[in-house]
């Protein structure tokens, strides 16, 4: 949880350390969208991983200043292995319910403005990083509620209308890869392994991915 906090206060000083211009405004900004992808829902690594398919709400509001975004996030995921994908009986298919909080800053690095200053499209390219903590309510025969960090790293864009003069405002959509790696305990009776050529079996690392596809509606002022 400290390397979690760590992170967020250094992406808050970073954002702010590199927002210092005048002529930039600060404005809000919101985004609604929809969550699907490879959710791992694990404490621990095991042979058999954990990783089913989720689909869920994500919600993000926050604060861009020139090309940076720093946000506050909410996420909901309802993560499910689906029937045929494993043959276990239905009541001990993996599953649960994950809730997840957090804070990022997105980073512009290609911006598309139209010249017009009444009402005009734009876009970003942008990467995305941050810091969350997640609960998961297990809800196979593994039952049991844990808590967890986990970090982000994303890449994303989004297409917009906007108008520049008062009252401002864009509306448009967005989408985006996001990657949450989460520590997990690795059990000292897992065996070691080896994938492709190399000198000798080896323990693996105590870190499990959630790969997700998020696309959703931005807007602001």
Same mark, same amino acid.
């Given at each position: =949880?400290? #390397?979690?906090?760590?992170?967020?206060?250094?992406?808050?000083?970073?954002?702010?350390?590199t927002? #210092?211009?005048?002529?930039?405004?600060t404005a809000? @900004?919101?985004?609604?969208?929809?969550?699907?992808?490879?959710?791992n829902?694990?404490?621990?690594?095991? %042979? @058999?991983?954990?990783?089913?398919? $989720?689909?869920?709400?994500h919600l993000?509001?926050?604060?861009?200043?020139?090309?940076?975004?720093?946000?506050?996030?909410?996420?909901?995921?309802?993560?499910?292995?689906?029937?045929?994908? =494993?043959?276990?009986?239905?009541?001990?298919? %993996?599953?649960?319910?994950?809730?997840?909080a957090?804070v990022?800053?997105?980073?512009?690095?290609?911006?598309?403005?139209?010249?017009t200053?009444?009402? $005009?499209? *734009?876009? !970003?390219l942008?990467? !995305?990083?941050?810091?969350?903590?997640?609960?998961?309510r297990?809800?196979?025969?593994?039952?049991?509620? &844990?808590?967890?960090?986990?970090?982000?790293l994303?890449?994303?864009? @989004?297409f917009?209308?906007?108008r520049d003069?008062?009252?401002?405002?864009?509306?448009?959509?967005?989408y985006?890869?996001?990657?949450?790696?989460?520590?997990? !305990?690795?059990?000292?009776?897992?065996?070691?392994?080896?994938? $492709?050529?190399? !000198?000798?079996? #080896?323990? %693996?690392? %105590?870190? @499990?991915?959630?790969?997700? &596809?998020?696309?959703?509606?931005?807007?602001? *002022?």
């Amino acid at each position: =949880m400290r #390397t979690q906090l760590a992170l967020i206060a250094a992406i808050v000083a970073g954002v702010a350390s590199t927002s #210092t211009a005048r002529a930039e405004r600060t404005a809000w @900004e919101s985004g609604v969208g929809l969550w699907i992808g490879s959710v791992n829902i694990s404490r621990q690594r095991t %042979p @058999e991983a954990d990783n089913v398919l $989720g689909v869920g709400a994500h919600l993000e509001l926050g604060a861009r200043r020139g090309r940076w975004l720093l946000a506050t996030e909410l996420g909901f995921l309802s993560a499910q292995d689906p029937a045929g994908m =494993m043959a276990i009986p239905d009541d001990a298919r %993996p599953g649960a319910l994950v809730a997840r909080a957090g804070v990022a800053a997105r980073y512009s690095f290609k911006q598309v403005r139209s010249a017009t200053s009444v009402l $005009g499209a *734009g876009g !970003d390219l942008w990467l !995305d990083f941050g810091a969350g903590v997640q609960q998961v309510r297990r809800s196979d025969g593994d039952q049991h509620v &844990f808590s967890r960090g986990d970090v982000k790293l994303g890449l994303g864009g @989004e297409f917009n209308m906007r108008r520049d003069r008062r009252p401002r405002f864009h509306l448009g959509y967005y989408y985006a890869l996001t990657v949450l790696l989460t520590r997990v !305990d690795v059990p000292a009776h897992h065996p070691a392994t080896c994938v $492709g050529p190399c !000198d000798s079996a #080896t323990r %693996p690392i %105590p870190i @499990e991915e959630t790969f997700l &596809f998020n696309v959703g509606i931005t807007f602001g *002022g």
